[in-house]
């Protein structure tokens, strides 16, 4: 039994009519009765009866159309299936990304690649700039997305955001339904920010900023994640500078308030958001997902 034999024996199925069907098939009518006469043998019933008025399915043919379409499309899958796996289009993915690109665009790449490469199977490990590093280094991890300017030279980079610090604050503070916020009017209050060991550039750069802007913030709380900060300032325990995507993580009790840049120090430097990979990686499924990511900037 062939392949071609079930294509045959589908389409005449379909047509109940020898001419049409070898029409549909490109074919003369006698390499297709032929075809039949070789299935039939094949599989040991007689699959159809032709008179000189018509051509019916016997019991034996209909049971078999189900199988037959079966068959046909389990060699589609598998050789589609082959194929992907040769150009590198199935297998998986692991991608590394910080807590803020849940609200900055990742979900919408993710979707969009997922939907034109359902073969390839895409994990995500939440993990610190500094823990991405150690883990493309030692290739525990195929690209990341991190938040750092000391980016090792064997990695290749794309700018994927860059935002704005805001201001949080409980939404009972005394400032927080100011239209802009003064960052010196913060002077004296707990402050909560993200971890030196975890994210040192803005760890160092908010610190940075409060000082140009004549203090010294009382840091209270180093943490992990912003998104844990965002959640110890909406119980009221202190303040914090964070990336203006958390305001689409709706945490309540939290307000986010721009930063008044007039008349004191600049605000903190953009939050940017760095595509990392491999250069020397020449795996065809990390193109097409940086490609991606490249095509989510248009």
């Given at each position: ?8 024996f ?56 189900p ?15 082959a194929r ?17 690109l ?71 503070h005394?400032?927080?339904?100011s ?120």
């Amino acid at each position: 039994m062939e392949f071609r034999h079930l294509r045959y024996f589908l389409v005449l199925a379909e047509e109940l009519h020898y001419g049409r069907a070898a029409r549909r098939l490109s074919i003369s009518q006698p390499p297709l009765s032929l075809n039949i006469q070789q299935l039939e043998a094949s599989v040991g019933a007689l699959l159809l009866t032709r008179n000189s008025k018509q051509v019916v399915l016997t019991a034996a043919g209909r049971a078999f159309v189900p199988a037959a379409r079966a068959l046909l499309e389990q060699a589609s899958q598998a050789a589609d299936l082959a194929r992907d796996v040769g150009q590198g289009m199935a297998g998986s993915l692991s991608i590394g990304f910080a807590g803020t690109l849940l609200y900055s665009g990742l979900p919408d790449i993710l979707a969009r690649f997922q939907a034109q490469h359902p073969l390839l199977r895409v994990t995500l490990k939440e993990l610190s700039s500094s823990e991405q590093l150690i883990e493309l280094a030692h290739d525990r991890l195929d690209l990341g997305f991190a938040h750092t300017t000391r980016v090792p030279p064997e990695l290749s980079q794309v700018l994927v955001a860059s935002q704005a610090f805001v201001g949080c604050l409980p939404a009972g503070h005394a400032l927080a339904s100011s239209a802009a916020l003064a960052l010196r009017s913060l002077k004296g209050e707990p402050f909560a920010v993200v971890s030196r060991t975890v994210s040192p550039d803005y760890h160092d750069r908010i610190i940075q900023t409060c000082l140009q802007a004549g203090f010294y913030p009382d840091v209270r709380y180093e943490l992990q994640h912003w998104l844990s900060v965002a959640s110890l300032v909406s119980r009221g325990m202190g303040v914090a500078l964070v990336p203006e995507a958390l305001q689409k993580s709706a945490v309540p009790g939290a307000v986010f308030v721009a930063l008044e840049s007039a008349g004191e120090a600049e605000a903190p430097a953009p939050y940017e958001t760095h595509c990392l990979w491999k250069t020397h990686r020449s795996d065809v499924a990390l193109a097409a997902f940086v490609q991606a990511v490249k095509d989510s900037l248009t």
